[in-house]
């Protein structure tokens, strides 16, 4: 069924030469990269959701769309938790990129105050999971993992239907076969409050980076605080490497104390893993759904 919509709305889409012609709905988000609005197409009333950034040499539209062309199948759908996205445009008049999506629900972050615990455990952290497995085997990595990232279906949290989305900052970590070498002295990439270690102490980032992250995620929503929520800093700089130094300080013991055996044994594996490994996700998957 879900095929069947993307191929029509991917057919519909190829008739609309205009992004003007959309009709505008109402502002879905907005942040430091842009907005992103609802809209409708009127000869169709289908609505899709649309991505617009500034046109500049920093913007990160154009890496976003290729990275989703990049992780469609080879039937030319999305995989499975990626949003159909069906083109890019240059929207001279606005110098803008307007970026056409499938519409989804809300995200996690919106939703999480009505977020139990056995969701966490009993299949958002596990298709969460899944999603980052099946674009790392496509080697992309996504460096921003965060609430705000997953975006549930149209039905939000009854009908248990998860989507990555914002691959802005993604990275390929495979080029020609080959790994992407380590590096240090790289400028941060992602959310200070999910980001890795590794990402704090301005490494390249792989795997196992976007899988540390993940498991931040699911601490938050599973105890809705983290322990270096509150943390200010005088400065942006000086509050980063704060809670960089705490996750440091931290062992997974001392980081999942009073928590499921599921976070203890998620945290030993993922911090064992070194730059290049490909992890198991299939232990992982493990971890989370048959608890020791």
Not at 8 to 33: D, N, S, Y
Not at 55 to 80: K, W
Request: charged share 25%.
């Amino acid at each position: 069924m879900e095929d069947d919509t993307v191929r029509h709305i991917t057919k519909l889409c190829k008739t609309l030469r205009e992004p003007w012609k959309l009709t505008f709905v109402k502002q879905l988000g907005h942040g430091a990269f842009g907005s992103v609005d609802l809209m409708r197409d009127n000869a169709t009333n289908r609505r899709f959701a649309v991505k617009k950034e500034a046109i500049s040499a920093v913007a990160q539209l154009p890496n976003e769309f290729n990275t989703y062309r990049h992780l469609l199948d080879a039937t030319g759908n999305p995989m499975p938790g990626t949003p159909g996205v069906y083109m890019l445009w240059t929207h001279k008049m606005a110098n803008q990129y307007w970026m056409v999506m499938q519409e989804l629900g809300s995200s996690l972050d919106k939703h999480s105050a009505r977020i139990t615990k056995r969701d966490v455990l009993s299949w958002i952290w596990p298709k969460a999971l899944a999603i980052l497995a099946g674009i790392h085997r496509k080697d992309i990595i996504h460096r921003d993992i965060k609430p705000e990232n997953f975006l549930t279906g149209p039905d939000g949290l009854d009908g248990h239907q998860l989507y990555l989305t914002d691959f802005g900052l993604s990275k390929r970590i495979r080029m020609h076969g080959e790994h992407i070498p380590f590096r240090t002295g790289k400028r941060f990439a992602g959310t200070t409050r999910y980001a890795s270690r590794s990402a704090h102490h301005g490494e390249e980032q792989s795997c196992r980076d976007d899988l540390e992250s993940l498991g931040y995620v699911m601490l938050f929503l599973f105890n809705r605080t983290l322990p270096w929520m509150g943390i200010k800093g005088a400065t942006a700089s000086e509050r980063d490497a704060q809670v960089g130094a705490l996750k440091d300080a931290l062992s997974p013991e001392a980081l999942c104390a009073k928590m499921p055996n599921q976070f203890l044994h998620y945290f030993r594996y993922v911090r064992s893993l070194q730059f290049g490994d490909m992890p198991d996700y299939q232990l992982l998957a493990g971890f989370i759904t048959k608890p020791m």
